[in-house]
């Protein structure tokens, strides 16, 4: 059974910095693009970041790009989105997910299948 375990949410002030982590296990985890998403209630859940299996490749939302950075770890089945500058808007549910393919980075929710429980990440004024 795949499980995708995130940590490292929480409350920061704007301009501050947090990394968040997300633990996979149940899957070769080396052989996955992985990706991170965002959520806040009431919209669609936003793409945030992706991987290729080798951490070679990265794809970023465009509100993002600049201010996080997507990592992975493959030798302990961990990737890493750290994220500086942050925003009030930033302020959602992130989302750890594991991609249906090695290569391919998408911005789609529909090329992940498996997902994790969420963090949430707060950005004070």
């Known amino acids: 059974q795949v499980q995708l375990v995130e940590s490292g949410g929480g409350l920061v002030q704007a301009g501050g910095s947090l990394r968040l982590s997300c633990a996979a296990s149940?899957?070769?985890?080396?052989?996955?693009?992985m990706g991170w998403f965002r959520q806040v209630p009431g919209k669609e859940r936003e793409f945030v970041a992706a991987?290729?299996?080798?951490?070679?490749?990265?794809y970023y939302g465009d509100s993002v790009k600049g201010r996080f950075t997507i990592s992975r770890d493959n030798a302990k089945n961990t990737i890493y989105l750290q994220m500086s500058s942050l925003k009030p808007e930033d302020t959602a549910v992130y989302y750890c997910?594991?991609?249906?393919?090695?290569?391919?980075?998408?911005?789609?929710?529909?090329?992940?299948?498996?997902w994790g429980q969420g963090t949430q990440v707060t950005v004070s004024t």
């Open positions: 997910a594991s991609a249906r393919s090695p290569y391919y980075l998408s911005r789609s929710t529909a090329e992940y299948d498996y």
């Open positions: 149940g899957r070769t985890f080396s052989t996955y693009a």
């Open positions: 991987i290729n299996w080798s951490g070679s490749i990265t």
